[in-house]
């Protein structure tokens, strides 16, 4: 893989996160912005692990 490849593969996970988060969270994606670790909803802050563990918990329970 070269770096282009590489990039355009997280910029895919990323846009699908978000759109995670915000399905979860009942936002619309542009209101959404990872910065870090941090999730940022209108500028405020959301840890973003919290979230993800919720949504892998539901994933967990839909799977079993």
């Known amino acids: 893989l070269n770096g282009n490849a590489v990039q355009g593969?997280?910029?895919k996970v990323r846009a699908g996160l978000l759109e995670?988060?915000?399905?979860?969270?009942?936002?619309?994606v542009e209101e959404?912005?990872?910065?870090?670790?941090?999730?940022l909803r209108g500028g405020q802050p959301t840890e973003l692990v919290s979230v993800?563990?919720?949504i892998?918990?539901?994933?967990?329970?839909?799977a079993a």
């Open 32 to 39: 959404l912005e990872i910065r870090g670790e941090m999730l």
């Open 56 to 62: 892998r918990d539901e994933t967990a329970v839909a």
């Open 52 to 54: 993800a563990c919720d």
């Open 9 to 11: 593969a997280a910029e």
């Open 20 to 28: 995670l988060m915000g399905k979860e969270l009942g936002c619309p």
